[in-house]
């Protein structure tokens, strides 16, 4: 991803991002490796002041990782938002080894119609974020899809150690709200969502019951408060 927001940055549409032009270097002296982007034949360097190009320069890419809107409206200007359409497919790909629109034959067509199953990311250990992005990223609507810089700063890629530096950070900025601020009345509503989905309220009973006797050795935790869970994370990184 860094590399094609390098490319974001020169103002430079890759227009071809696919998985067989994300290549792996064998790895170096310190056993690293490194993931590049390649094939720049297809690339479309945009005119200085502009952020888009016309369709005149002809519909480019691979069957199957194309933006919908290079089929859908020859009259829509192309932005270098359909790379991060391709990349999002490219994600779902590298995480699952399979395409978010399905088989090859009919793959271009549910493109078209926005028709793509997320399905097998339901196992992987950062699921809910995986496909936040991913979802992001293949927005019918191109407007709508994060820039590449957005895309790096995604929760998806932060380390153990910024997460829980952000839910400690969160903590303390709620901790002395008003039960019926905005703030507060919108953590309230996206718990009650999580409960309409299916996922248990009481937050308190997912946790080990070692965990939960050391948690109520120092205080009371509500199991059904977000801002109880977000306290009882930042307590526990101050006294571990």
Same mark, same amino acid.
Request: one cysteine or more; hydrophobic letters at 35%.
């Given at each position: 991803m860094h590399g094609l927001d390098h490319l974001h940055q020169l103002k430079i549409v890759h227009r071809d991002v696919k998985?067989?032009? #994300?290549?792996?270097?064998?790895?170096?002296?310190?056993?690293?490796?490194?993931?590049?982007?390649?094939?720049f034949g297809l690339c479309k360097k945009l005119v200085p002041g502009r952020v888009s190009f016309s369709h005149?320069? *002809?519909?480019?890419?691979?069957?199957?990782? #194309?933006?919908?809107?290079?089929?859908l409206d020859k009259r829509y200007r192309m932005t270098q938002a359909v790379d991060i359409f391709s990349m999002g497919c490219v994600f779902y790909y590298v995480i699952c080894g399979k395409h978010p629109f399905g088989d090859s034959i009919s793959r271009q067509a549910r493109i078209v119609n926005g028709d793509y199953s997320l399905n097998e990311l339901s196992t992987f250990e950062s699921a809910e974020e995986a496909i936040d992005l991913i979802k992001r990223m293949l927005q019918t609507d191109p407007v709508m899809r994060p820039k590449s810089a957005t895309i790096l700063k995604h929760p998806l890629f932060?380390?153990?150690?910024?997460?829980?530096?952000?839910?400690?950070?969160v903590s303390d900025r709620i901790e002395k709200e008003?039960?019926?601020?905005?703030?507060?009345?919108?953590?309230?509503?996206?718990s009650l969502n999580d409960i309409q989905n299916g996922i248990p309220r009481d937050? $308190?009973?997912h946790l080990c019951e070692p965990?939960?006797?050391?948690?109520?050795?120092?205080? %009371?935790?509500?199991? *059904? %408060?977000?801002?109880?869970?977000? &306290?009882? $994370? &930042?307590?526990?990184?101050?006294?571990?």
């Amino acid at each position: 991803m860094h590399g094609l927001d390098h490319l974001h940055q020169l103002k430079i549409v890759h227009r071809d991002v696919k998985p067989s032009n #994300i290549l792996i270097s064998v790895p170096g002296k310190l056993g690293k490796q490194r993931v590049v982007i390649s094939d720049f034949g297809l690339c479309k360097k945009l005119v200085p002041g502009r952020v888009s190009f016309s369709h005149r320069s *002809g519909t480019a890419g691979t069957d199957g990782w #194309i933006a919908p809107e290079m089929i859908l409206d020859k009259r829509y200007r192309m932005t270098q938002a359909v790379d991060i359409f391709s990349m999002g497919c490219v994600f779902y790909y590298v995480i699952c080894g399979k395409h978010p629109f399905g088989d090859s034959i009919s793959r271009q067509a549910r493109i078209v119609n926005g028709d793509y199953s997320l399905n097998e990311l339901s196992t992987f250990e950062s699921a809910e974020e995986a496909i936040d992005l991913i979802k992001r990223m293949l927005q019918t609507d191109p407007v709508m899809r994060p820039k590449s810089a957005t895309i790096l700063k995604h929760p998806l890629f932060w380390d153990a150690v910024k997460t829980l530096q952000f839910f400690e950070d969160v903590s303390d900025r709620i901790e002395k709200e008003p039960l019926d601020s905005a703030t507060m009345q919108q953590l309230d509503r996206d718990s009650l969502n999580d409960i309409q989905n299916g996922i248990p309220r009481d937050w $308190i009973y997912h946790l080990c019951e070692p965990l939960q006797d050391d948690l109520h050795k120092f205080r %009371s935790y509500k199991a *059904g %408060s977000v801002r109880d869970l977000l &306290r009882a $994370i &930042r307590n526990k990184k101050h006294h571990y």
